[in-house]
């Protein structure tokens, strides 16, 4: 006979009282998410690809690239993508910036690692969707390949060369996604 098991559902609350123990925590619709502290293959491809987007997004005036310890906050989730472009907080109040009312990002880049495959490409996709976020890029260094997401059922696999064009940029940033992988 089967028993039907009771699954936990995560608050922020008790997300805000794990320990900071080198993992990173998050929770996604209820279900809590643990990650070990990442490869060095990994922020090598996060410090590149910010190095890309850093310059671009303050010439276009978009705002902020952030790096993890920055969240998303929507509907009592609560992420730290390993990179997102958004428009600066319209209400900062030195240290305590409210992650709950800060502008919902233009981009979200998760960086695929043995740990994070699957989440990376569900969990954490359907929520960026319905969140609102601009365009979510999932960087994949097996498949040397970053997929865009625009929205439900809007993806592309890219290679070769990347294109961002957001709304309120003059111009398209491009950059060789095998720059990411040198």
């Not at 929205?151 to 950059?175: K, N, S």
Request: net charge negative; glycine share 6%; charged share 30%.
């Amino acid at each position: 006979m089967a028993v039907a098991l009771e699954v936990r559902k995560w608050t922020l609350p008790e997300l805000h009282r794990l320990p900071e123990d080198g993992n990173k925590y998050e929770v996604v619709r209820g279900e809590l998410f643990v990650t070990p502290a990442p490869a060095v293959q990994h922020e090598e491809i996060a410090a590149r690809l910010s190095a890309i987007l850093t310059p671009y997004v303050q010439a276009e005036g978009l705002g902020y690239v952030y790096r993890p310890r920055a969240v998303l906050r929507y509907e009592g989730s609560e992420v730290e993508p390993d990179l997102l472009v958004r428009a600066r907080h319209p209400r900062p109040t030195g240290r305590d910036r409210d992650w709950n009312t800060a502008p919902t990002p233009i981009l979200v880049v998760e960086i695929l690692s043995p740990y994070t495959r699957n989440r990376d490409r569900v969990q954490k996709k359907e929520l960026y969707i319905d969140a609102g976020v601009g365009e979510y890029w999932i960087v994949d260094p097996e498949e040397r390949a970053i997929t865009v997401v625009v929205g439900p059922g809007a993806e592309t696999l890219v290679r070769d060369d990347m294109r961002w064009a957001p709304a309120a940029a003059a111009r398209e940033l491009r950059f060789r996604v095998s720059d990411l992988f040198e």
